[in-house]
C-alpha cells in the first residue's frame, strides 16, 4: 500500500531555530515533494527530488532513497515560516499521496 | 505567466444543488490535477486529467462527481446534488507534459472553498 508518513504533526520553536520535519514512505517512488500551506489556504510547491539534496534559501531537502525516508529542514527559522508543512509521493505515476502535515509555528 | 487560477474562491450551495469548479492551468501546462481537503484532514488525490482525457480518476467519487478538460476552456470538477459532507478545499494543479516518463512539479491554484448549508 501507498503510504506517506510525517512527523511531527505540530512544531513550536524559537525564532532562529534550526528545524527538521521528517517523512518516511512505504514502497519505491517516483519523486518526493515538499508543500508548503500557508494559514490562508494556498498551497506552494518547495521542492521535488527523487535523490540526494535540494537547497533553496533557508530551505533544505534531503532523501534517503534506501531508508525510504526524506527531511526537510529550515536554517535560521523566522515567525513568516510559521505553515503546514506537507510531504507528498509520486508512487510510479503523476498522482500525489500526501502526508497529514507539519504545523510548524514559530515565536518571536 | 500566470499562475493556476481557480475560481470561483468560495461557493455557498444548499444541499442538492449544483456545484462547479474551474481551473485553468498554467501555460503551456496540459496536465491538471484535482485533490480534496477536508476540514481538518489532509489532501486527497481526486483525479488526472489530460486535454479532453481523464487519465486517473481512482480518488473520484463514484456518484455524483464528475471532471473534465476541454480542448478549449478551463478543466471543470462538477459535483451534483451536493451534500454537507462535500464542504471542503478543492485544489486543482497543473504540470507540463512529462517526456520519456519525466515528472514536473506540481503548481497549485489557491482552492475554491465550498460550503454546502
Known amino acids: 500500500k501507498n503510504e506517506v508518513e510525517q512527523s511531527p504533526q505540530n512544531l513550536t520553536a524559537q525564532e532562529g531555530e534550526f528545524i527538521t520535519i521528517n517523512c518516511s514512505y512505504s514502497v519505491g517512488i517516483s519523486a518526493l515533494h515538499w508543500l508548503q500551506q500557508h494559514p490562508g489556504g494556498g498551497i506552494v510547491s518547495l521542492f521535488m527530488l527523487s535523490s540526494g539534496k535540494k537547497k533553496h534559501g533557508r530551505l533544505i531537502a534531503t532523501i534517503n532513497i534506501q531508508e525510504k525516508h526524506s527531511s526537510l529542514h529550515i536554517t535560521a527559522s523566522h515567525p513568516r515560516d510559521s505553515a503546514v508543512y506537507i510531504c507528498a509521493a509520486s508512487f510510479g505515476n503523476e498522482k500525489l499521496t500526501f502526508g497529514t502535515g507539519t504545523r510548524l509555528t514559530i515565536i518571536p | 505567466n500566470a499562475g493556476v487560477m481557480q475560481n470561483p474562491r468560495h461557493l455557498v450551495r444548499r444541499r442538492g444543488q449544483e456545484a462547479r469548479l474551474r481551473c485553468s492551468p498554467m501555460?503551456?501546462?496540459?496536465?491538471v490535477y484535482w485533490y480534496r481537503q477536508l476540514p481538518e484532514e489532509g489532501l486527497k488525490f481526486m483525479v488526472y486529467l489530460q486535454k479532453e482525457n481523464i487519465i486517473d480518476e481512482s480518488g473520484m467519487p463514484k456518484e455524483r462527481f464528475s471532471a473534465e478538460f476541454p480542448k478549449e476552456g478551463p478543466s471543470i470538477l462538477r459535483i451534483q446534488q451536493v451534500v454537507r459532507g462535500d464542504s471542503a478545499a478543492y485544489f486543482c494543479a497543473s504540470s507540463p507534459p512529462g517526456v520519456g516518463g519525466l515528472l514536473y512539479e506540481q503548481y497549485f491554484g489557491p482552492g475554491t472553498r465550498l460550503t454546502v448549508t
Open positions: 501555460k503551456g501546462h496540459s496536465h
